[in-house]
């Protein structure tokens, strides 16, 4: 057995309950919105619902699946994520496999990449950014959502960086064989980049996923909010009618429950995808680190 020392186990041993401090304080929120979304009206009044649900029914989530806005929200936000996701996969993609080139084979290649990053340093700001948008004839339109972030530049040089750690001689074979830049993409540069493509998917996922802000600046008209942004203004504007709680059922249902489930029903698809993506996830922290 390898000596371990007493520095080395103090540190483990506390690396260990801070690990475990981290992910209660993760865990936890969660764990009460789910125990408050199956809880009676009572109980959500009284607010005396911790982390197990009290009087317990579901009546918030049949209440929330009844409800259109909420239903409509929802697809808006599975088609943004989705066309977002996609989209933007393929741009970063594409731009890093034409970076990654050393410069004998891509003449000006240091010019093009300063160019990007000097976007990820500065920007036009909101208000021009809404101008150009409006002019683009894009408002109230799901590619106001998805095309002015299409091109995530952090995302592109992790890419990048991973890419060039593909052997050279593999292009070459493929070079060889007859095989242009888009065949070589294709059917060698992606398939050995799983992991970095799955965790930058994650990451482009959850971004627009989570993103609610540009949806209240670009729809004008609620109908067109995506579920983010639809769950900002539940809560900000705390609507009882947003919520699907209407003064007819308010005996029934606690605007606290249904928000809960909502916000519960929100949160569930990122949780669902995550387990798939956790193994190539684990690989794609260190894109590019590893020279191969």
């Known amino acids: ?133 409006s002019k683009l004839h894009l408002m109230d339109t799901l590619w106001a959502l998805v095309l002015p972030t299409a091109v995530s530049v952090w995302n592109m040089i992790l890419m990048l960086n991973f890419f060039r750690t593909i052997p050279q001689e593999l292009e070459e074979a493929a070079h060889i064989d007859g095989a242009g830049h888009l065949r070589i993409l294709w059917s060698v540069y992606l398939p050995v980049s799983m992991p970095s493509i799955a965790t930058l998917s994650l990451f482009t996922m959850v971004f627009h996923w989570n993103s609610w802000f540009d949806g209240m600046i670009y729809m004008s008209n609620p109908s067109g909010y995506p579920l983010a942004t639809y769950l900002h203004s539940m809560i900000v504007s705390d609507n009882l009618s947003r919520a699907g709680v209407t003064l007819e059922s308010i005996d029934n249902f606690s605007n606290r429950t249904v928000k809960s489930a909502q916000i519960f029903i929100g949160a569930l698809p990122i949780l669902l995808v995550y387990p798939f993506l956790q193994k190539y996830f684990v690989k794609g922290i260190v894109l590019g680190s590893v020279k191969s």
Not at 22 to 31: Q, R, T
Not at 100 to 114: A, E, L, M, T
Request: with cysteine; proline share 3%; net charge positive.
């Open 1 to 133: 057995m390898r000596y371990r020392s007493t520095g080395y186990n103090v540190f483990s041993i506390s690396n260990t309950i801070l690990l475990s401090l981290l992910s209660a304080l993760c865990v936890l929120p969660l764990l009460h919105v789910f125990a408050l979304s199956f809880s009676s009206r009572a109980a959500a009044t009284a607010n005396i619902v911790n982390f197990w649900p009290i009087g317990f029914t579901t009546d918030a989530y049949v209440k929330t699946l009844g409800n259109t806005m909420f239903l409509q929200a929802l697809w808006h936000g599975v088609e943004r994520t989705v066309l977002g996701t996609l989209l933007s996969m393929a741009v970063i993609t594409m731009a890093a496999y034409s970076l990654s080139k050393s410069v004998h084979k891509f003449p000006g290649r240091q010019i093009y990449i300063w160019i990007f990053v000097f976007t990820m340093l500065f920007s036009g700001g909101l208000i021009p950014s809404y101008i150009l948008v």
